[in-house]
């Protein structure tokens, strides 16, 4: 088998050994779904009333794109526990002595998560659509927000098993892959418009990769109102082409640097 | 030829006080097909070595090699040579056994069909056919250590390293653990264990390091380990206040140094002279009237050989561990690091 076989053999093996733990455990599927579900129906009826949507559109509408953005990102805590926990078990010295590709493991974590944050966004879509959600893209362009929000996940995913891998305990790893999540989506357009910031907040905001990305999710599904027009920064004004690059940038960022940590995570 | 070699190991952890130096300068060569014993208590250095030739780290200094492929320049090749069960169960517990298997086996590259016929053949093997298809979590702990030790033979590799195979195994299990690497062994398989039982050492190893503070201290047979020591040993148990008389008694006799237990009131003596001896001393603890609760001699232990080699006892049950602090005013303690047996008027004082 040539390198490159064996590693997408492993990663499909690993993967499929953490879609099993997950099927297994599914009190952590039931849980997840709550929570995205209860972050859509506490945003729209709580501030649906409250928050001015630049461009005078639908509040339901203007958060369907942050809260998707949202939920994913914060499924990286998920791969930062999960990571931190496996890495304090035997097994992982087991994998460790195995002729098995390096980059399996983290690999087969993150696209296990994956699986996890599209059930979760299902979730969103659906409750979404109870409380007056409504797309009328096209549904090549409806695909592609979905394609984004994945590409974004992934990209975030190795961020938590990054830290994941720094920490020194699961119970570290439970606050750290987490607090550093809330400064950064509510600092962003994710919930309220850049418009409603002072005016200092405003440019950390814009060149915030949740922004870009919930900004270009909206324009994928259509819920932009007619006649708005984007703040004059650069990634708000190319949202998907900014959002991609964020992602690239993340990964490879991260990537490498989750390899490197796994491997010397062996030495501890 | 040589299934494992090591030359001058050496690995430093740092610590809050410096540093600790797990492995100082270890040599190891282990002929394949044999079953070497790192015999060593907690902190000795043995999981370090066993990681360092597993290749899960790196050694600061020194070389080493397994089923001769360098473990710095090849840790893949190494890998393809080598099963490890580590000191914690390397299970999945939300899989079943099954599943674990057959997913270690995936990892070796085995084919699907391969896979599910070897992890059967293990199942089968390892007495885990009826818990197959139950979730390794549901499983005591002898199951999972018979499960993580299949795991380790999934690719039938010549070479396995077993840390601790029987640590917190309740004794019915640990004999049935032991039966199975003496089965392993029997195929030809090189075995390199790390234990801190003495029995366990001196039941499976055809060799046995001694190890204590990152440094093999001794290394030998078990009959040699015991001959070094010399000699039959005299136990006797007294009243708790004549322990001071039975030792004034037993220093007449003793032919080296006396380990005496203040918990359970027993003395041990090594001896030469068997029965006669035996008798001598019966005679004089009657002259002296103490009262002798229970009195035998028995062969050296490796107990005998670990508290000669470094003072202390190789399994950390509060006796006499501390060596080296010499008791007030006692002259004569002997915290031996070397193999040499000290002269008969030095005293191990218990404390």
Known sequence: MSDLAQSVSDTRTITRRNLTRLRRQPDSIVFGIIQSVMFVLLFAFVFGGAIAVPGGGDYTNYLMGGIFVQTVAFTCATTCVAMADDLSRGLFDRFRSLPMARSAVLAGRTFADLAFAGVTTVAMALTGLLVGWRTDAPALSVMGAFALLALFAYAFLWIGAVIGLSVRSVEVAQTAGLIWLFPLTFMSNAFVPLESMPTWLQPIAAWNPISSVAAAVR????????????PDYWPLQNPVLSSVLWCLVILAVFVPLGVTRYRRAASR | M?????????????????????????????????????????????????????????????????????????????????????????????????????????LYHLPMAQARARAAELLAEFDLVEAADRAAKTYSGGMRRRLDLAGALVARPPIIFLDEPTTGLDPRSRIGLWEVIEGLVAKGTTVLLTTQYLDEADKLADTIAVVDRGRVIARGTSDQLKAEVGGERLAVTVPAGQMTDARVVLEALATGTIDADEHSHQLV??????????????????????EILDIGLRRPTLDDVFLQLTGHHAEADGRAGAGPTPPGGASGTVTAATADVPPSDSQQEAH
């Open chain 2, 269 to 290: 003596a090594p001896v030469s002279g068997g029965a006669a001896t035996l008798l001598e001393a019966v005679r004089a603890f009657d002259d002296r009237h103490v």
């Open chain 2, 2 to 106: 040589s299934a494992i070699t090591a030359e001058n190991l050496v690995k430093v952890f740092p610590s809050r006080s410096g540093e600790v130096r797990a492995l100082d300068g270890v040599d190891l060569d282990v002929p394949a097909g044999s079953v070497l014993g790192l015999l060593g208590p907690n902190g000795a250095g043995k999981t370090t070595a066993v990681r360092i030739l597993a290749t899960l780290m790196a050694p600061d200094a020194g070389r080493a090699t397994v089923n001769g492929i360098d473990v710095a320049s090849d840790p893949q090749g190494v890998r393809r040579s080598i099963g490890l069960s580590g000191q914690y169960s390397a299970v999945d517990e939300y899989l079943t056994g099954r599943e674990n298997l057959e997913m270690v086996a995936r």
């Open chain 1, 219 to 230: 324009e994928l599904f259509g819920n932009v109102p007619a006649g708005y027009v984007p």
